[in-house]
């Protein structure tokens, strides 16, 4: 149902998410970033605590397929889910269950993972991971630059609906939360807003 870039930038440490999908606020459950400690994005059939717990158990220092394993060991309907993280340190770990509607897939990458279920094809992640690592500058621009080669490339099969960039960094100035709950184009007004915001704090 969903297509997401989690990254890291390797020069600033910045950690971020772009997300968009077919149903109302993915912004409100899928992504979860803390400065200094990682990203993930939960994904298909939900699961919020691998967010919210993922999170605490990257904070406490397990890798990301360490943390995530163990609480999906826990969840009787990991197959379900799909979930991408990244930690402070670059560390990226992804998982797509099998009853993940197609296409479903992931692809981790330097400094990145891509993930989606429920797309056009696999073209979506394929050109988001290809447009983050040719894409310089901040992260926040290089995530929603990769977020709208995935829907560009086809995104989600049944349509269009919402999108979300979250952003966490040691410098104020570079922090995003931005989110599209319920739009016919949310991607293209994720990046509407997103210029609107650097101009009025850059």
């Known amino acids: ?90 560390r990226a770990f992804a998982w797509t269950g099998t009853k993940c509607v197609d296409w479903a897939g992931h692809l981790v990458g330097s400094d990145h993972v891509v993930a989606g279920n429920m797309l056009v094809s696999k073209d979506t992640i394929m050109v988001m991971s290809a447009s983050f690592q040719s894409t310089s500058g901040e992260l926040s621009n290089r995530l929603l630059t990769a977020l709208e080669a995935g829907q560009n490339a086809g995104g989600d099969k049944r349509g269009r609906v919402s999108a979300a960039l979250l952003v966490a960094s040691k410098q104020a100035k570079r922090y995003h939360n931005l989110r599209v709950d319920a739009h016919s184009d949310p991607v293209n007004e994720l990046r509407r807003i997103y210029n609107l915001t650097k101009k009025r704090y850059d």
């Open 1 to 90: 149902m969903t297509f997401s870039v989690t990254a890291r930038c390797l020069n600033t440490g910045d950690l971020g998410i772009a997300i968009s999908t077919a149903v109302p606020a993915v912004g409100n459950r899928c992504i979860y970033v803390k400065v200094d400690v990682g990203a993930i994005a939960t994904q298909s059939f939900t699961n919020v605590m691998l967010g919210t717990h993922g999170i605490k158990l990257l904070e406490l220092g397990l890798s990301p397929d360490n943390a995530i394993t163990s609480l999906l060991e826990e969840d009787e309907n990991k197959e379900q889910r799909q979930v991408g993280v990244i930690d402070s340190l670059g």
